[in-house]
């Protein structure tokens, strides 16, 4: 976990009111909603994220 991602405790109380997509849970949707935060902290452009976040078209 990288320094500003949510916490255990945090995550439980959002994801239950993350939308479901088509077919159920969005896989990596910690992740997608932590690479989100940490584009809008740092001011970013989606393609330099880094590498722990996955790739920037996912």
Known sequence: MARGDLTDEEWSLIEPH????????????????????????IGSRWRDLPAEYGPCWS
């Open 18 to 41: 993350l939308p479901l997509g088509e077919r159920g849970l969005i896989p990596d949707l910690r992740q997608q909603f932590n690479a989100a935060m940490w584009r809008f902290r």
